[in-house]
């Protein structure tokens, strides 16, 4: 069983940062691609940014220079450091991982996993 476990979020002022954790843990062989997706009420789930296992990444336009996307691998940990956040930047962030598992000897498999969210709060 693989979980993932996100932490970092809060309110915070408009101009401020925060980072964003999220930690893979289980019966895990390799975690490939991750990523950070925010959704706010009503609307679809939206790509923040994205880093391979290799470190190439990948934002959305909206917050190109302003977020940076970086992992442990050693940790199986993603980050996503938020600066100078903005009042549209509100959302439940999710992360994100593609993840090759291990059921047992010999067998296993690869699956996308999401973490629970967490809620950011930009205030102007």
């Known amino acids: 069983q693989v979980q993932l476990v996100e932490s970092g979020g809060g309110l915070v002022q408009a101009g401020r940062s925060l980072r964003l954790s999220c930690a893979a843990s289980?019966?895990?062989?390799?975690?490939?691609?991750m990523g950070w997706y925010r959704q706010t009420p009503g609307d679809t789930r939206e790509l923040v940014a994205t880093?391979?296992?290799?470190?190439?990444?990948e934002y959305a336009d909206s917050v190109k220079g302003r977020f940076t996307i970086s992992r442990d691998n050693a940790k199986n940990t993603v980050y996503l450091q938020m600066n100078n956040l903005k009042p549209e930047d509100t959302a439940v962030y999710y992360c994100r991982a593609d993840i090759t598992y291990i059921r047992s000897i010999g067998v296993g498999g690869r699956s996308d996993y999401w973490g629970q969210g967490t809620q950011v709060t930009v205030s102007s």
């Open positions: 289980g019966r895990i062989r390799s975690v490939n691609a």
């Open positions: 880093i391979t296992s290799s470190g190439t990444t």
